[in-house]
């Protein structure tokens, strides 16, 4: 898009006298054009779409926004992309994936020994004991996995890292307490 001096150049303007209407005349035609090269531009690189509330609804959203200093679309469109990326926290993939592998151990010497029982037909009280306790490590296991916490710091790390406006909303959210 061209600039007002190169408009106002092009139109003949600035080689000859011109007296303030005219030159105040020319500037609202730029803008006009400007305005609406700006517009299809925009309209090009986004999607607009409309969404009706009720006054309840709008009223109700519109608390919302000025509690985090939003508009009522920046907010809908935040909270929309919120859900719809809802992430639970999990322990980590390097905790997880020993997990898999100490459930397979466990559950292949699992068949091992069901098998040794149905080969020898014999049932011992060591095998029920074996199995008894296997089946109590994997369940510690599993709920020291599940249950330990997450380090606070590195889970605020990733998530800054991943989605920076996280960051400005821990911000606000600090800012607000600590005035409390």
Do not use: W
């Not at 029982?117 to 060591?126: F, P, R, V």
């Not at 710091?153 to 607000?176: G, R």
């Amino acid at each position: 898009m061209e600039s007002l001096y190169q408009y106002l150049h092009r139109i003949g303007l600035l080689e000859q006298e011109t007296s303030p209407e005219e030159l105040a005349q020319a500037k609202r035609e730029y803008r006009k054009t400007y305005q609406r090269a700006y517009q299809k531009i925009y309209r090009d690189a986004n999607i607009r779409k409309d969404i009706y509330f009720t006054p309840t609804e709008h009223k109700q959203l519109s608390k919302i926004a000025q509690k985090y200093h939003l508009s009522v679309p920046g907010l809908c469109k935040q909270l929309t992309f919120a859900y719809l990326k809802t992430q639970f926290v999990l322990p980590d993939d390097q905790q997880v994936r020993g997990l898999e592998l100490y459930l397979r151990g466990v559950t292949n010497n699992h068949n091992q020994l069901i098998r040794y029982i149905h080969q020898k037909k014999d049932l011992k009280i060591s095998d029920i004991e074996n199995l008894n306790e296997r089946v109590n490590a994997m369940e510690t296991k599993v709920s020291q996995a599940l249950r330990s916490p997450i380090n606070l710091q590195e889970y605020l790390e990733n998530e800054i890292q991943q989605k920076p406006e996280t960051l400005s909303l821990l911000q606000y959210l600090l800012e607000t307490h600590s005035k409390q």
